[in-house]
């Protein structure tokens, strides 16, 4: 895996997709996914303690043989030099860091998803109701 730097993360800028969005073909990691404004979500996250966990499963991550990921999360990665990472992770599946695609990794999967409240819990949960 390829960084731009080794300090710590200091924040990290999610732009992400509504669950479910559908797009005409696979779609592989760039910003210029995120132009529908309409169906696009925003957060900054510097909780230290996310922040943590999330680099500690990122840096063990490894490169894989996969071709491309339908990527519905892209994320600047940003670092106390300035420099920057990208990510970019598909609705279910698919990481790509730096434009290198790894392995998937369900833990570091749900720990974005359930940090950006993907899929509104709340929303399921009402829905689901007994």
């Known amino acids: 895996m390829t960084s731009c730097n080794s300090n710590k993360i200091t924040s990290i800028d999610f732009h992400y997709t509504k669950p479910g969005i559908s797009s005409p073909s696979q779609t592989f990691c760039s910003s210029n996914l995120f132009v529908d404004l309409e169906n696009i979500r925003f957060k900054k996250i510097t909780n230290k303690t996310f922040l943590d966990k999330f680099e500690q499963r990122l840096i063990k991550l490894k490169e894989s043989d996969e071709f491309s990921i339908n990527s519905r999360i892209f994320a600047l990665i940003n670092y106390e030099d300035g420099n920057m990472d990208t990510l970019c992770i598909g609705e279910y599946r698919g990481i790509c860091f730096n434009g290198n695609i790894l392995s998937d990794n369900e ?7 359930d940090e950006l409240d993907f899929y509104d819990k709340k929303l399921y949960d009402e829905l689901h109701q007994d």
Do not use: G, K, R
Request: net charge negative.
């Open 107 to 113: 833990d570091f999967h749900n720990l974005i998803m």
